[in-house]
């Protein structure tokens, strides 16, 4: 989920497992949401995006699920691999409104061989 | 495709010294972002573009901050003088101004002010 504070929530899993990412969000005027993925000493890097008007988007072992009604988004990464280890944000942007996303403070995702 | 290019990536210098970053932005991206991002802050938007004019800069946190886009394929954001407390690293985005298109992150500048 999103951070509280200075740190940084952290996910560990094992390879091979699933992770699941959970991001709240606070507009209920957002009608789009992205995923990034930021890894050590590099920008974040656009995984997959999702519209209001869908509840579910797949993409190459990530899954992102939309629930509208309690303002949640999350991110499922099947067979998490070392290499996924980053942090994950989540941003928010209503497309009718300011236009500019709003970033979630990251969740912290750590792969263990 | 080349992404969104910064430079320098790394930056090292003694406060009162003016620092310049720059920006390449997707060729064809007509949207300009530059965010700062620390751990105690996490990503923070400075200032945008649209069309190479800049729109909204309320993010810029002090006059020693000012940002440029002479064309649609180079922006600098400048600091001068530069602080300790602007130590963190900067990132440039670019997007294409339409709807359900997301922004698209150059690697940053590791900027240390000592």
């Known amino acids: 989920g999103e951070s509280v504070g200075l740190h940084l929530p952290t996910l560990s899993v094992q390879e091979g497992d699933n992770s699941i990412i959970n991001c709240a969000y606070s507009n209920s005027a957002s009608d789009y949401f992205i995923w990034y993925k930021q890894e050590s000493g590099k920008g974040p890097q656009f995984i997959i995006d999702i519209r209001s008007n869908m509840d579910k988007r797949q993409g190459q072992r990530v899954t992102v699920l939309l629930n509208k009604t309690v303002k949640h988004l999350s991110l499922q990464i099947a067979a998490t691999q070392p290499g996924d280890s980053a942090v994950y944000f989540c941003a928010e942007r209503d497309t009718g409104g300011s236009y500019i996303p709003t970033f979630g403070r990251g969740t912290s995702l750590i792969v263990h061989p | 495709d080349a992404g969104v290019i910064q430079s320098p990536r790394h930056e090292v210098t003694e406060m009162g010294q003016e620092v310049t970053l720059r920006c390449k932005p997707i060729?064809?991206?007509?949207?300009l972002f530059w965010y700062r991002q620390t751990m105690m802050r996490g990503l923070e938007l400075l200032i945008y573009f649209n069309n190479n004019v800049p729109i909204d800069d309320s993010g810029m946190p002090e006059d020693r901050f000012s940002a440029k886009m002479p064309n649609a394929s180079f922006s600098t954001l400048k600091i001068q003088p530069s602080e300790p407390r602007d130590s963190a690293v900067y990132f440039c985005?670019?997007?294409?101004?339409?709807?359900?298109?997301?922004?698209?992150f150059g690697d940053g500048t590791r900027l240390s002010i000592l």
């Open positions: 985005a670019s997007t294409q101004r339409r709807e359900n298109q997301p922004q698209h």
């Open positions: 060729s064809g991206h007509n949207s």
